[in-house]
């Protein structure tokens, strides 16, 4: 793609990377197959190749972002299906998130929808303000219905989504280090997350005893917070770059402690996919280039971990059938294709792929809730080709994605973790009770 920026455009760093984004483009549309807004609308402006125009030509003459341009973007779900079927290597996700924060700069939304993201941004990353903000959804969720499409259905969405009973505090919630069960192996830090804290807790805990069974040390330090990919694909990059300083910090010192620092295990793949690229969203910051480079290396899905720790074949899943659904996050973002599923398979599970796995379930973060109506249809789009595997359990990587498909399934929906955990000797996860 030919580009004509100036020269003082391109001092700007986030101007000029975008620019050498832009001109790996090649228009050969092989990206509008697999988007899912481009699948279900059909508006070529609601696909990567269509919003890269509205992008190069909003940042190429240094405009403010206007009326369309924000509506195809925020319709964008980030789930990077683009990226893998791109020949030419097109760093679409570079580019959307310097065009939302272009928006988030130059554009004004109307009252009621910066008060609703702005609300999202502040309780979203901080545990104990949602799981307050979390009682009272539950309250009002019976009468979800009532508010129609007031904001767009974003409220109905909102309370739709928020859980009928607000889980207890785990034990294991509280920072400090988790001891290995026999001679350590490896010391890793464990990222505790956000809303994953709140609304399920479960997860964490099985991560936590899946590991220090197989003699790996989990340290969860009492810094370390909210990854920062929320306020990240809301355009809200100070916001964002506090969490990752934060993180950063938090881990780095971990290093210098006696046992020193082997990996950062995730299990939210949304926040692996951004803790994975923390050396690029911090490469101008001088305090923080070097550590922020090295830490994202050490980043790991905790499927990677457990495949590297090698667990030994097992019978204990007797053949339950498990359809997986593999998160945009972990197959487009962070490239993990098949850990997930041989790990249960060796764990004795039957595992199922889903037709049409590229394409997202519509949870994307807070694309759920501020676009109810296409991440609806994509859910159900998404439950229609689970429905075709006759799962008697759903297993995926990522909350969001656990819970945007759990909100129209009957079939139980757990972590991947929380299935593993129970095959090597955890608890039986409370979801399956019934199974």
Not at 243 to 268: C, H, K, P, Y
Request: charge should be neutral.
């Amino acid at each position: 793609m030919q580009t004509n920026f100036s020269l003082a455009q391109l001092a700007e760093p986030a101007v000029r990377e975008s620019e050498s984004i832009l001109r790996k483009c090649v228009h050969c549309g092989f990206c509008t197959a697999t988007c899912p807004t481009f699948v279900l609308l059909g508006d070529e402006l609601d696909s990567p190749r269509g919003r890269i125009y509205l992008i190069k030509d909003m940042l190429e003459n240094g405009k403010p972002a206007n009326d369309e341009v924000v509506r195809h973007v925020d319709r964008c779900l980030s789930c990077l299906s683009c990226m893998t079927t791109c020949p030419s290597g097109v760093n679409y996700m570079h580019l959307v998130d310097h065009a939302r924060a272009h928006i988030e700069e130059t554009y004004s939304r109307p009252l009621m929808d910066r008060a609703l993201r702005g609300l999202l941004a502040w309780l979203l990353p901080h545990p104990n303000r949602f799981r307050f903000a979390l009682l009272g959804a539950a309250m009002a969720r019976p009468f979800a219905g009532l508010f129609g499409d007031a904001l767009g259905g974003r409220v109905k969405a909102m309370l739709s989504l928020a859980p009928k009973q607000l889980p207890a505090r785990s034990p294991l919630e509280k920072p400090g280090t988790h001891d290995a069960a026999g001679p350590r192996k490896l010391r890793v830090a464990m990222l505790a997350g956000c809303a994953q804290k709140a609304l399920a807790p479960s997860i964490n805990d099985a991560t936590i005893r899946l590991l220090t069974r197989h003699n790996v040390e989990v340290v969860v330090p009492k810094e370390a917070g909210c990854c920062g990919a929320l306020t990240h694909h809301m355009g809200k990059e100070e916001a964002a770059m506090e969490s990752a300083r934060a993180n950063i910090d938090a881990w780095a010192a971990l290093e210098e402690q006696e046992g020193g620092l082997d990996a950062v295990v995730i299990n939210a793949s949304g926040c692996g996919t951004t803790v994975k690229d923390y050396g690029f969203l911090l490469r101008e910051d001088k305090a923080y280039a070097e550590k922020a480079a090295r830490i994202a290396a050490k980043a790991k899905d905790i499927t990677e971990l457990l495949t590297d720790l090698d667990l030994p074949e097992s019978s204990a899943g007797d053949g339950l059938r498990v359809t997986y659904h593999s998160a945009c996050s972990m197959q487009h973002g962070q490239k993990i294709k098949s850990l997930p599923q041989a790990l249960l398979r060796k764990a004795g599970f039957a595992v199922k792929d889903v037709p049409e796995g590229h394409l997202c379930c519509g949870s994307a973060g807070t694309y759920n809730m501020l676009q109810p109506k296409i991440a609806t249809r994509l859910r159900d789009r998404k439950l229609a080709n689970i429905a075709k595997t006759a799962p008697e359990v759903i297993a995926a990587g990522n909350l969001g994605c656990i819970t945007q498909i759990a909100s129209g399934s009957g079939v139980p929906v757990v972590h991947t973790v929380e299935l593993l955990d129970w095959a090597t000797g955890g608890p039986k996860p409370e979801a399956l009770e019934t199974v």
